[in-house]
């Protein structure tokens, strides 16, 4: 079974920076195409940022293009969102996905962090 646990989150003055983490265990993670989106209070969950399966390059939501960095470490079965230059709208519950092989059909999320900036 897949698990995926996240950590990080936090409440960050705007312009500030987080990293947040997400371990995944019971799988293999060089198997799945690893990857973010995030949830505000009365908002849909929405799509932030992503390894591609095929050829492992990022995509990344307009909205945080040039201040969010996606990366992951295999060795470690973790990925990264390093989130700069935070901004109000930024708050939400964030979640980790893991899709096996990038095909859409099997997602595991994690239980996911919050994520709060003040202004």
């Known amino acids: 079974q897949v698990q995926l646990v996240e950590s990080g989150g936090g409440l960050v003055q705007a312009g500030g920076s987080l990293r947040l983490s997400c371990a995944a265990s019971g799988c293999t993670f060089s198997d799945y195409a690893m990857g973010w989106s995030r949830q505000a209070p009365g908002k849909e969950r929405e799509f932030v940022a992503a390894?591609?399966?095929?050829?492992?390059?990022?995509s990344y939501t307009d909205s945080v293009k040039g201040r969010f960095t996606i990366s992951r470490d295999n060795a470690k079965n973790t990925v990264y969102l390093q989130m700069n230059g935070l901004k109000p709208e930024d708050t939400a519950v964030y979640y980790c996905y893991a899709d096996h092989y990038g095909l859409g059909l099997s997602i595991y999320w994690g239980q996911g962090t919050q994520v709060t900036v003040s202004s």
């Open positions: 390894f591609r399966w095929i050829g492992g390059s990022t």
